[in-house]
């Protein structure tokens, strides 16, 4: 939907995710950085022709800009970011199934080595970022990125992400953003999220050669 935009509600309670994550997190993280982001984007947007754009066309069309477009960018980047990041946890994880299961085994081996992968790119990504599970015709891969980029901005099809931003994991694990991830990627990954956007794509697996 176009602007002027508004706070998405989480989907799950405030204290879902304890203790991997905790209430005060949640709610610092939520109420403050993801609320300022959308109080910001709004202000940056009205009366240009951003004003009547949905949310992700936004963020497609000022990823290259300059000056004021990319401080439009910068906000309604992680705006969506943390949109897609809050639908990538549940506090019921399940093991992931049917295509996406296969997509896994065939591009990673398993479960294990993706979340493995996931961990080492969110832990190399120097300062503020995001670690991706993206999607391309099918075929998996694991992305990072810095500050408010994400793959969907240069048409990749995300499947998941975990924030690497200091206020996503500092309340609770201080500086040890390894152990943040360890936590989150083990426990907390929603896995039917992620088979929603891979079918989104509809592209059938094949076999490795």
């Not at 002027?4 to 509600?9: I, M």
């Not at 999607?135 to 990125?145: F, H």
């Not at 099809?157 to 991830?181: F, G, I, P, S």
Request: net charge neutral; proline share 4%.
């Amino acid at each position: 939907m176009a602007g002027p935009f508004t706070l998405s509600p989480l989907p799950w309670a405030e204290d879902a995710l304890a203790p991997t994550i905790s209430q005060k997190t949640i709610g610092f993280h939520y109420h403050k950085h993801h609320h300022k982001y959308v109080e910001t984007l709004n202000k940056l947007v009205e009366g240009t022709r951003y004003a009547d754009m949905p949310l992700e066309q936004i963020v497609r069309a000022t990823v290259n800009g300059k000056d004021k477009e990319q401080k439009i960018f910068n906000n309604a980047g992680q705006v969506w970011n943390h949109d897609f990041f809050w639908r990538s946890l549940t506090p019921k994880s399940a093991k992931p199934g049917g295509r996406l299961k296969d997509a896994i085994e065939r591009d990673f081996g398993g479960v294990a080595e993706l979340t493995k992968q996931l961990a080492e790119a969110g832990k190399e990504q120097f300062g503020s970022g995001w670690a991706w599970l993206c999607s391309q015709n099918g075929k998996l891969s694991v992305e990072k990125t810095a500050n408010a980029i994400d793959p969907m901005a240069k048409g990749i099809n995300c499947l998941l992400t975990v924030d690497v931003w200091e206020h996503a994991y500092y309340l609770d694990y201080q500086n040890d953003r390894a152990k943040y991830l360890q936590e989150v990627l083990g426990k907390l990954l929603n896995w039917e999220f992620a088979t929603e956007n891979l079918e989104k794509e509809a592209q059938p697996i094949r076999a490795a050669a």
